[in-house]
DNA sequence: AGTTAGCACTCAGACATTTCAAGTGCTAAA
DNA sequence: TTTAGCACTTGAAATGTCTGAGTGCTAACT
């Protein structure tokens, strides 16, 4: 009997690796419970079904295999996936055709950042069959690194800040007509006083003090001053996109029933996933490696039985986003995991260097 | 017999009207089919369930009611939900607390019409509990109204564009420094020469003579108008955003299994609902009254069993956009009405006059 | 020792059958 | 014209049976 003895992953001999990997591997394949007599047919295994059967036995008992019940197949732990990607795995190479299809999609609205990463969630998803999710984290001190103005027309004009690379914009109206010298005079005034500031540093002396310099155009202050505050706020960056969640609906044997709505739950809510994103890789200065979530391992409970994989993008040594998939456990982990990986490269080149530039 | 005798809505006797009427609410209510008994029992009629019986017999030869199945009480018909909504309904009034937090709420996040119709959609659903969503028409022809160039450091610059109303950004990259005059004067050729003009517009022959014009920085005007032609081709505007999708789960009588697949495909595939929102209401110039879209009237097949009510988002007489709620046909329409009413409107305002202002 | 063949056992899923309750249509009485 | 009563219909739920896939174990084999 000898009970559960986890935990001794170096005894593994070939044999049972070479079965471990078979058995996942068909597992990805059908969806469904493998058993001894498959294996024996359908993958070339030196050995009959009585053996595997005992070899099956034993993995189970270190916990890389699992028994929906006792007359069925077995299926991969999570600790058996865990096993898997680690050590087991065959790495995928893309194909030319997947490269060129990656490459081309991925410039088509590279406009900004919204856009790229909104065309990458939608290449991810359809080339991988997963739901894909991209996140741009939550940044810890928002400020403003350059204001600038621009009339339209007499009454209106349009308030462009750069945030952190990223440039957001606010239209402002006035019911009198705004001088020329005026808006230049509000532009430098801005760029003195509020370049570096957060929110939560824009104080009343402050404005009050900026209505003084502005002399006859004051009343333009408290509603600039106002907006900014506020776009700075809304900036919180925490924002999850997602594509392809009817993918979900592939995999009924997981996603079925209440499994799917705790899904979409937790897609709606995106708070727990942003979290995923911020709290594990944001801060932790990482390497840009290809993370990999399996069940248990996810802080969220909803996802016990799904994968999550993903990358982060980096914009020079700035993390700026991440892009990953999400799915079933038994999941194509080689191609997904290559797909993200050359996909957030891709992106993150893109917004490097906003011209042109092959690769 | 007299086998089917339909479209004779005039003939309505008010008793049928009363009954049609408290059928429609209590199935709105309970979400199921309701029977004679219970009429008589919940609803104040005055007659018994025997006279509500031939009544209803009535109706469904009408077309007003249908049977799902011979010994089941009656559900309403698309035709009996049209009839109810266009004069049996009441009217239902928004209470104070819920203007206020409509109002409220709305002005969070108003840096941008997305950030607008984020909020617009999140609200919508949290307080209707129907999935939201909020579409930006395709455009017709969309051109750059005003360029404008802003220098961050001697290697890079902002160009800021603005494309019917809503401002659009892109970085612009140089390995060699970029000259104040430089940038300046590219300002003013691509305002002179490319304003008003559709990506389609802006030919070879034209590009080439902005590079004679430029002199010396003669490099920086390709990547600069092929950025442009980007981004005018990838503004088509058409885009389409959801929220609460996971409510569709709370009606499982009619997104259960396949319905609920087939509904999340609807939206991933975004197309058939952004054509819905385009060509009923973008281009016929039609008042800008809530609509309402209930099962086969509906273009997209698979929204049979469902009702869209949506209205369109103006910025004075332009139209930019459209906010509204899916979900079953059982739906609580006056309230929902009455709700996307007011969020459009709200919605509306505020990009009216971005600055302050009270209802 | 390790490997294989054979056999009894288990159990989820599919299928058939029964039961149940809700709701109707119709008829006859008020 | 309305109402009460009753026979009838029918989907959904409950119950029972059957089957096949897959296991664990023992005994023979190399």
New binding site residues.
């Given amino acids: 009997m000898e009970s559960e003895k986890r935990s001794a992953p170096k005894e593994l001999s070939e044999?049972k690796k070479q079965i471990l990997k078979a058995i996942i591997e068909a597992h990805i394949e059908l969806g469904?419970?493998?058993?001894?007599?498959?294996l024996t047919s359908n993958k070339h295994i030196?050995?009959?079904?009585?053996?595997i059967?005992?070899e099956?036995?034993e993995l189970?008992s270190m916990g890389y295999l699992e028994?929906?019940?006792?007359?069925?197949?077995?299926v991969p732990s999570e600790a058996g996936y865990r096993l898997y990607i680690d050590s087991l795995i065959d790495s995928y190479r893309l194909t030319e055709r997947e490269i060129e299809e990656l490459r081309t999609n991925l410039r088509k609205k590279q406009a900004e950042l919204d856009g790229i990463l909104d065309t990458a969630i939608r290449l991810a998803s359809s080339m991988t069959d997963y739901t894909a999710l991209a996140a741009k984290p939550r940044k810890v001190r928002v400020t403003v690194s350059h204001f600038d103005i621009i009339r339209t027309d007499e009454r209106s004009m349009i308030l462009v800040m750069l945030i952190g690379g990223i440039v957001k914009t606010r239209q402002i109206r006035s019911r009198v007509p705004i001088a020329e010298e005026a808006s230049s005079k509000l532009e430098t005034l801005l760029n003195r006083k509020l370049s570096g500031l957060t929110a939560a540093e824009i104080t009343m002396p402050l404005m009050m003090e900026m209505e003084r310099d502005m002399g006859a155009e004051d009343y333009l202050v408290e509603p600039v001053v106002k907006g900014i505050c506020e776009t700075i706020s809304a900036f919180d960056g925490g924002e999850l996109r997602f594509d392809g969640i009817d993918r979900l609906l592939s995999y009924p044997e997981v996603y079925g029933g209440e499994r799917l709505r705790d899904m979409l739950t937790l897609f709606e809510r995106k708070q727990d996933l942003l979290d995923v994103f911020s709290e594990t890789e944001m801060q932790t200065g990482d390497d840009g490696a290809v993370k990999i979530y399996i069940g248990r391992e996810n802080l969220v409970k909803t996802m016990d039985n799904s994968t999550l994989v993903y990358k982060p993008i980096k914009r020079g040594d700035l993390l700026v986003g991440a892009i990953g998939v999400i799915g079933p456990t038994r999941m194509n982990y080689s191609r997904v995991i290559a797909m993200i990986d050359h996909l957030s490269r891709g992106v993150s080149n893109l917004i490097e260097d906003g011209d042109e530039r092959s690769d």
């Fill in positions: 044999r469904e419970p493998v058993g001894s007599k498959y030196a050995c009959s079904s009585a053996t059967r005992n099956m036995a189970e028994q929906p019940h006792t007359s069925a197949g077995r």
